[in-house]
């Protein structure tokens, strides 16, 4: 998974398998799989990451590149690139 700490906070690259029948995080070593059950149609995919991400980290959370790829990146603010990574790791094992 790749997390980039910046002055803001931290840039996840995030890989997104859209119209899926449920959300659901997977964690890879190289990379962060995301299931959303939107389409990929009128950014509805970008809202719903930026919704959920929000309030899986209890922090603002934007849209950095990728609104019309599969491959995106989100900047989480204010916070560190490990304390992302602990959530991350968590809310994976969990499901």
């Not at 959370?61 to 304390?83: N, P």
Request: hydrophobic share 35%; proline share 2%.
């Amino acid at each position: 998974m790749k997390l980039q700490d910046r002055s803001q906070g931290v840039v996840l690259d995030v890989y997104v398998k859209p119209s899926s029948k449920e959300f659901r995080l997977e964690l890879d070593e190289d990379e962060l799989v995301v299931l959303c059950h939107e389409a990929p149609l009128k950014g509805k995919v970008n809202k719903e990451l930026l919704k959920r991400f929000s309030r899986l980290f209890s922090c603002k959370v934007d849209l950095v590149s990728g609104s019309t790829s599969r491959q995106k990146k989100f900047l989480i603010h204010d916070m560190e690139a490990k304390e992302v990574n602990r959530i991350l790791v968590s809310v994976s094992k969990s499901r």
